[in-house]
C-alpha cells in the first residue's frame, strides 16, 4: 500500500462523518451550527483513490475478470450486508430511525445496490453502487484490451455523453473522478520524472481556476477536481519529501484510520444517531464545537472497534468459505 493513500482514506472518511455530524447539529438548532458542504468531498476522493487502486493492486497479476469482480464483492458486499441487515431489523422494528429525513427506503434494491431514486436501508450505500459500476466497467474494458490502465478512456467518453444527453448513474460524472484516480496511476506506473506531475498538478489547476471563473454548478466537477489536486499532490510529496519524525505518531495514526475507513464509512450512519440523541439527552445546552468533537471521535472510534472485531473476522470467514478448492 502506498502510504499517502492510505492517509486519504482515512482524512476522506472523517471528511464524510464530519459533514454527517455537521447536519445533525443543524437539525439540532445548536447556536451557530451551519453544515460543512466540503466534507461531501471525502466521497469523492474515494472514488478517485478507487480509481488508482483498481489498477494498482491488478496490474502485475494474470487477470481475470470473474476473479476480480468476486474478490470485490468478497471484499465489500459482507460487512455492507452485516449492516443493511441490521438496518432492515431496525426498519421493521422501528421505522421512522432509518431515512428519518424522508423518502422512500428500498429493501431489495438496497441489498443488490441497485440503482434508484430511492434511499438504501444503509443511505450511503450508493456510492458501492458506482463502486460496482466502475468494477464492472474495469473488468469488461480488460476482457478486451490488453491495457487496463487505459480505462479512464471509457470512463471519461461514458462521462461525456452523460452530459450532452443529461442521463444519470450509468453516464454520470462521477465516472469522471475514477478516471482521474487511472491516469494519476499511469504516471506512478511509468515512473515518470516528477516534472510530469508538475504537468498534471498545473493542468489539474487550471481547471480549479476554469471552475471558480465560470461557477460550475456539478458537484462532481467542483469537488472531484479539487480533490484530485490533493491526491496527486500526495502522491508527488510522497516522492520528494523526506520523512519528519515529529510526523510519525501522527502518520501512524492515519494510516490506522485508513485501515478503518470503510467500517467508519458504513458504521458512522449508525453511531451518529446513537450519540447524536445521548448528547442532546445528557447536554441539551451543549455547545457546537464539543458536540462536533464529541460526535466525530467516538465515531471513530466505533468505527475503529467495527474494523477490528467485525470486518476482519467476516472478511476472513467469506474469503475461507468462497474460495475452498
Known amino acids: 500500500m502506498i502510504n499517502s493513500i492510505q492517509y486519504l482514506r482515512g482524512i476522506a472518511a472523517i471528511l464524510v462523518v464530519y459533514y454527517h455530524s455537521t447536519i445533525k447539529s443543524v437539525q439540532n438548532n445548536l447556536p451557530d451550527a451551519e453544515v460543512f458542504s466540503f466534507g461531501q468531498a471525502g466521497v469523492d476522493l474515494f472514488f478517485i483513490i478507487s480509481g488508482f487502486i483498481i489498477c494498482f493492486s491488478t496490474d502485475k497479476h494474470n487477470f481475470s475478470a470473474v476473479k476480480f ?158 480533490m484530485w489536486f490533493i491526491f496527486q499532490g500526495s502522491l508527488l510529496l510522497e516522492r520528494v519529501a523526506k520523512p519528519i519524525k515529529l510526523l510519525e505518531g501522527f502518520k501512524r495514526l492515519l494510516f490506522k484510520l485508513g485501515d478503518s475507513s470503510y467500517s467508519l464509512y458504513l458504521s458512522h450512519a449508525f453511531s451518529l444517531v446513537i450519540i447524536n440523541k445521548l448528547v442532546m439527552y445528557l447536554f441539551p445546552t451543549v455547545n457546537k464545537e464539543v458536540y462536533l468533537f464529541v460526535l466525530t471521535s467516538v465515531s471513530i472510534i466505533v468505527g475503529h472497534f467495527v474494523y477490528t472485531f467485525v470486518e476482519l473476522n467476516i472478511n476472513l470467514y467469506c474469503k475461507r468459505l468462497f474460495n475452498k478448492k
Not at 89 to 109: C, H, Q, Y
Not at 156 to 177: M, P
Open 69 to 226: 469482480l468476486k474478490s470485490r464483492i468478497l471484499r465489500i458486499i459482507p460487512l455492507y450486508w452485516f449492516f443493511t441487515l441490521l438496518a432492515l431489523a431496525v426498519f421493521i422494528a422501528l421505522p421512522d430511525l432509518v431515512n428519518s429525513s424522508g423518502g422512500e427506503t428500498v429493501v431489495f434494491k438496497s441489498f443488490f445496490l441497485l440503482p434508484t431514486d430511492d434511499k438504501y436501508l444503509v443511505r450511503n450505500g450508493w456510492t458501492l453502487s458506482y463502486e460496482f459500476y466502475f468494477y464492472f466497467i474495469f473488468a469488461l474494458f480488460a476482457i478486451f484490451f490488453e491495457k487496463r490502465n487505459i480505462v479512464f478512456l471509457p470512463l471519461i467518453l461514458l462521462a461525456a455523453l452523460g452530459y450532452i444527453f443529461s442521463i444519470d448513474f450509468y453516464f454520470d460524472n462521477y465516472l469522471l473522478e475514477f478516471a482521474m484516480g487511472v491516469i494519476s496511476y499511469n504516471i506512478f506506473k511509468y515512473k515518470l520524472p516528477v516534472r510530469y506531475d508538475f504537468y498534471l498538478l498545473s493542468i489539474i489547476s487550471l481547471f480549479l481556476c476554469l471552475i471558480y471563473l465560470y461557477d460550475f454548478k456539478s458537484k462532481v466537477i467542483y469537488y472531484g477536481v479539487q
